[in-house]
Every structure is written in structure tokens, then in C-alpha cells.
């Protein structure tokens, strides 16, 4: 099977990679709107993309024509909150998705509690294992139209661990049991984990 790729619509490049590359981790990001508003959404096209500065970027569509929250929300206050939920928090993650207007917090919505962060003014989610504060570095913009997304760069300026999952100095795998996306709807957990060493 070959598939060329100008002869996909947008949703169907955006689902052929997803699933071709995975799973992908879901990330819940946390913002705060201009009204003061807390705003949470799951994103899977998260990822680390360098080390020293420590930064992280993510890929925001629309939603139909118009800017999702979490890009108007970051555009306005300058930061936002990288969320690693565990596999017993992943359906109040997903929830977060939902058509919900932008008067309404998620968080607060799907029963998930927003703490205040230390160094930016979106909150974090208090349930997460992990929780990065970051800070807006850079927006990228790619495609045109219903296909625009915004590439999101932040500076990680600090990171909150759940003691349990913070084991010898460094996040157990094991017990941060993370959730990634394998397709449309489809998630898989990090439960069956396995070493592999380099002779």
C-alpha cells in the first residue's frame, strides 16, 4: 500500500500519522484564559525537542475555524502547564475534550483540581504525576485555512513530581503509568515495560 500524501484532507494525514507513529503521549495542558478562566485540553503531539534550554513544543489545530482555547489562552497569558495524567485519570482527560464553550473549566467540569502553579499564572492539574511549568518561547504556524496549526515552543521552568513516582533521582516508569495514543479513541498504557541494553 502506498498513500500519497496530497491526496489525503487534513484530519486524514492527521490521523495516518498519529497511528503510524505511536503511541503517543497524552499531555493534558493546563491554561488560564484573560477572564480568569482555567481551561484543560489532552494533546498527544507533545514532545521534548531540546535539553539545555529545556524546551517542549506542541501542535494546536483549530477547532472548525476558530483558535482553540489553549492557543488563545497561551497567547494571552504567555505560559501554560504540561499535565501527565495516569492511566486512572485518563477518562476525565479525554472528558477535557469535549465541546465545552470557553466560559467553562474543564478541570472543574470532570472533577480534576486546578493548584496554582509557582512561576506562571496557568494552573496546574493536581491530580497529574507530572506537571512542567512553562514558559512561551516561540509559535511556528503551518498549513492554511481549517489546516493551520500553531507549533507552541515553551521553556520548562519547573517541574512538580508525585514523591512515589520520583524513585533514585529520576521518574520509575513504572509507577508514573502514563497513557499514550495509538488512534482515533485508541489509548494503551505503559504497564508492560521492558529493558533493553546496548551490548
Same mark, same amino acid.
Given at each position: 500500500m502506498k498513500i500519497e500524501m496530497k491526496d489525503l484532507r487534513g484530519p486524514q494525514i492527521h490521523e495516518l500519522l498519529t497511528s503510524a507513529i505511536s503511541p503517543l503521549p497524552i499531555a493534558l495542558i493546563s491554561t488560564v484564559g484573560e477572564d480568569g478562566i482555567y481551561n484543560a485540553a489532552p494533546y498527544s503531539l507533545t514532545i521534548p525537542v531540546s535539553w539545555k534550554p529545556p524546551i517542549i513544543c506542541v501542535s494546536i489545530g483549530l477547532r472548525g475555524k476558530e483558535k482553540k482555547d489553549t492557543l488563545r489562552n497561551i497567547e494571552f497569558s504567555r505560559d501554560f502547564v504540561i499535565?501527565?495524567?495516569?492511566?486512572?485519570?485518563?477518562?476525565?482527560?479525554?472528558?477535557?475534550?469535549?465541546?465545552? $464553550? &470557553?466560559?467553562?473549566?474543564?478541570?472543574?467540569? /470532570? @472533577?480534576?483540581?486546578?493548584?496554582? #502553579?509557582? +512561576?506562571?499564572?496557568?494552573?496546574?492539574?493536581?491530580?497529574?504525576?507530572?506537571?512542567?511549568?512553562?514558559?512561551?518561547?516561540?509559535?511556528?504556524?503551518?498549513?492554511?485555512?481549517?489546516?493551520?496549526?500553531?507549533?507552541?515552543?515553551?521553556?520548562?521552568?519547573?517541574?512538580?513530581?508525585?514523591?512515589?513516582?520520583?524513585?533514585?533521582?529520576?521518574?520509575? $516508569? &513504572?509507577?508514573?503509568?502514563?497513557?499514550?495514543? /495509538? @488512534?482515533?479513541?485508541?489509548?494503551? #498504557?505503559? +504497564?508492560?515495560?521492558?529493558?533493553?541494553?546496548?551490548?
Open positions: 499535565n501527565t495524567m495516569d492511566e486512572g485519570q485518563i477518562k476525565p482527560t479525554v472528558q477535557t475534550s469535549a465541546g465545552y $464553550p &470557553s466560559n467553562v473549566d474543564e478541570m472543574k467540569e /470532570v @472533577g480534576l483540581t486546578a493548584v496554582a #502553579s509557582e +512561576r506562571v499564572k496557568a494552573p496546574r492539574v493536581g491530580e497529574a504525576q507530572v506537571s512542567l511549568e512553562c514558559r512561551f518561547v516561540q509559535k511556528v504556524e503551518f498549513g492554511e485555512g481549517e489546516d493551520l496549526r500553531s507549533v507552541i515552543f515553551g521553556e520548562v521552568l519547573l517541574v512538580h513530581v508525585k514523591d512515589d513516582v520520583w524513585v533514585s533521582e529520576r521518574i520509575e $516508569p &513504572s509507577q508514573l503509568k502514563a497513557v499514550g495514543r /495509538v @488512534g482515533n479513541g485508541i489509548y494503551c #498504557s505503559t +504497564r508492560d515495560i521492558f529493558k533493553v541494553t546496548i551490548s
